[in-house]
């Protein structure tokens, strides 16, 4: 559907054996790693899902002050003003959210959480405002000339890998609910 600019392939490793010095870990360390990893990795979709978000407001909010129809822009039409306002607040929350994280993680704090949230969160306004940019085009932004479609096929997988939303949400109401 999206990011084609980077190539998915399943890996196997068939009867391969690793020497004992290969291993990065005592036993029973493997989960425990393997959850800190995604942490970090997490901060890193948040930040994809950020900056597709701002591209898809950058070039709605440039088009929209391009395109007339009923004899004026279309940002002077307030259905598309209240969008441009919404886009604006949204993706300024997210950047908080996906700086927060980073910060948390910087700082030697736990970054569970910050990194859960700011996923969670930015990868939701990465693909509600690439759907609003596309609209803000009208026609023009379901052909492949403004690069808008691109950006909401692209925002898609923020939502999924390294960890759905639904999974993000396990994470954030567990550290909730332990407090
Ligand atoms: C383009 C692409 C690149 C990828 N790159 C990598 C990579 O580099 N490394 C890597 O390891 N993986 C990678 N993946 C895999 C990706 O991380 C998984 O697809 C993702 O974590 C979801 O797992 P799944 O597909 O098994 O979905 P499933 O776990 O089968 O989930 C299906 C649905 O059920 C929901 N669900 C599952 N369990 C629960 C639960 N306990 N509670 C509530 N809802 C639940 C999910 O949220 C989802 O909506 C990639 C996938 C894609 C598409």
Known sequence: MGI????????QFNNLKVPKENRIGEDGFGFKFAMKTLSGG???IAAQAL???SGAYELALKYSKERKA?????CNHQAIAFKLAD????IEAARMLVMKAAWDKDQGNNYDMSSAMAKLYASKVAMEQTVEAVQIHGGNGF?????VERLMRDAKITQIYEGTSEIQKIVISRGVIKG
Not at 87 to 90: P, Y
Not at 143 to 147: G, N
């Open 4 to 11: 084609r600019g980077s190539d998915t392939h399943t890996l």
């Open 42 to 44: 997490r901060i890193g």
């Open 51 to 53: 900056g597709i978000a």
């Open 70 to 74: 009923f004899g004026t822009e279309i």
């Open 87 to 90: 886009m604006h607040t949204e």
């Open 143 to 147: 052909v492949k000339d403004y690069h």
